[in-house]
């Protein structure tokens, strides 16, 4: 049973806003991710981090910025939410070792209107 | 660059039955790992199975097994007895530069299978 968790599950937000999407963890992983996916579309990596203080941008450029001051948390932010953003965020975790799978939060559905 | 390829967009299968979807990856890297998701419409992704570059044997986990052909470069999922609750998309990933510090993981563009009775 994975142990992490995205919060809110759907978001419907205006054009304009600041958001904040939450992801944590209680497996003490050190690499954490976030993907973007829009419906029955493959998932791109937009951020990733293998530890505190540590971010990279993935492979897919994205507008959003994330933090890693804990490790078991690892938000992702909007400045100014655009319809373009409009999406499916999943948030994933693993273990360091090569072979580790990584746990997927639910994910969090957001529409920009 | 690493990168995973998988043709069927959409595969049908009856219950019962077994059916194969396809994967073929792509990187210079020898050491490397694979990987099996189910996403339901629900939207979570769940692990199914993985085969590392350096396994000998074909990977199982019930009744998920991995047809990995490394001259190939393919890496195909078998669903053995299929259930309708199997009905789903499939991701295949890679997470390539094992030996790195960081191994980003790729996925594929997804295969949706429906599964009838």
């Known amino acids: 049973e994975a142990d992490i968790y995205q919060t809110p599950r759907y978001l419907v937000i205006g054009t304009g806003k600041k958001i904040t999407l939450e992801c944590s963890q209680t497996?003490?992983?050190?690499?954490m991710y976030w993907y973007q996916q829009d419906p029955g579309m493959e998932l791109h990596l937009i951020h990733y981090s293998y530890g505190v203080n540590s971010t990279e941008k993935g492979d897919l450029s994205s507008e959003s910025t994330v933090s890693r001051i804990r490790t078991e948390h690892f938000p992702l932010t909007l400045e100014s939410a655009r319809p373009s953003h409009t999406s499916q965020y999943l948030c994933?975790?693993?273990?360091?070792?090569?072979?580790?799978?990584?746990?997927f939060g639910q994910g969090t559905r957001l529409t920009v209107v | 660059a690493q990168k995973i390829t998988q043709t069927q967009p959409g595969m049908f299968v009856q219950e019962k039955e077994a059916v194969t979807l396809d994967c073929t990856y792509d990187?210079?890297?020898?050491?490397?790992?694979l990987f099996w998701y189910k996403q339901p419409s629900s939207g979570e992704m769940i692990f199914l199975i993985y085969q590392g570059s350096y396994d000998q044997q074909n990977a199982t986990e019930g009744r998920y097994s991995l047809n990995f052909q490394k001259a190939r470069k393919s890496a195909n999922l078998v669903i053995s007895a299929s259930q309708l609750g199997d009905s789903a998309m499939y991701f295949c990933?890679?997470?390539?530069?094992?030996?790195?510090?960081?191994?980003?993981?790729?996925f594929g563009t997804g295969t949706r299978l429906l599964v009838s009775p």
């Open positions: 990933a890679m997470r390539a530069d094992m030996n790195t510090g960081f191994q980003k993981l790729v």
């Open positions: 990187t210079s890297d020898p050491s490397y790992g």
């Open positions: 497996m003490g992983h050190d690499k």
């Open positions: 994933a975790s693993s273990e360091l070792y090569p072979g580790a799978e990584a746990f």
